[in-house]
């Protein structure tokens, strides 16, 4: 943590926020801890070492109070800083001993889950075929379902509550979903799911589509594109995620391989060319997904 003009700054991978609060609180501070992770916008009021309000908020959604509380401390890293002075625009928390009660709980079930660090990730749920996500939200919400996954037929059971809130998950950042009143029970919910592998959660994604010529290449096998092997560096710098390979017109999803000395090319085995209905020097524009 450090100290510059009277205001304290740092990370809370260096400082986790509990440890944090209660600095704070034992100094007698009084002013506003701001909080700058991705997404969020979030801030704690202290007055003569009294946690007094708690803010965290994302566009229109937000969070107050001890709810925000229990949020910000599932953050395992996020620049700080801390503004002497600054006072409250009202008040959500009563301080004393149970904010340190809180922080713990709350700390006590985050460190039970393992959820990207990055709460920009966004969520998508992972349900193979038939067993799509409009078939499952079709069923009564008043029993769990046994779902089987995966080559083997793994069997996976997802309760009520677990259900309905999958059936609004998809395309959402993590933090978005957290921004809700149960902030803990979404957060293990959030957990369940991504162990169970029916919810994935990605990096977005926004790069511009590449025009690139396709070029044949011989040999067996099918669903493996190529492409120039500074491309795919490039690619694979501004993800920090594994991906595929999406095609524009035709449409269609590929494994997607680096390829040295083939700039502009895309390369193609015979298989998918006859498939795709392609041929030696077509203009297609493709762009990665996760």
Do not use: C
């Not at 701001?34 to 908020?57: C, D, N, S, T």
């Amino acid at each position: 943590m450090v100290k510059r003009e009277g205001m304290l700054s740092g990370n809370l991978a260096e400082f986790p926020f509990p440890s944090l609060v209660g600095t704070l609180m034992s100094a007698g501070r009084t002013g506003r801890l701001v909080l700058k992770p991705p997404f969020l916008e979030a801030e704690v009021y202290l007055r003569a070492g009294q946690v007094v309000h708690a803010r965290a908020r994302s566009g229109e959604r937000g969070l107050e109070g001890e709810e925000a509380l229990d949020l910000l401390v599932g953050l395992k890293q996020a620049p700080f800083a801390f503004e002497p002075e600054a006072h409250p625009p009202h008040t959500t928390l009563l301080g004393g001993l149970s904010v340190p009660a809180r922080l713990a709980e709350a700390q006590a079930v985050w460190e039970g889950l393992s959820l990207p660090d990055n709460w920009g990730y966004v969520l998508r749920p992972h349900i193979p075929e038939p067993l799509l996500l409009q078939n499952l939200l079709g069923l009564p919400a008043d029993r769990g379902y046994v779902l089987r996954l995966g080559p083997e037929g793994e069997e996976v059971e997802l309760p009520p509550e677990v259900l309905a809130v999958l059936a609004q998950l998809e395309g959402k950042r993590i933090a978005e979903v957290l921004l809700a009143p149960g902030v803990l029970r979404l957060a293990r919910i959030l957990n369940t799911l991504l162990r169970m592998g029916v919810l994935q959660a990605v990096p977005q994604v926004a790069l511009d589509p590449v025009p690139l010529l396709v070029l044949p290449i011989y040999g067996p096998g099918s669903g493996v594109a190529y492409v120039d092997e500074a491309l795919y560096a490039e690619w694979a710098r501004a993800i920090r995620h594994g991906f595929r390979l999406r095609l524009r017109a035709p449409e269609a999803v590929m494994e997607v391989r680096p390829r040295p000395s083939i700039p502009g090319r895309l390369g193609l085995l015979e298989e998918d060319l006859k498939r795709l209905r392609l041929r030696r020097g077509d203009r297609v524009e493709v762009v990665p997904e996760v």
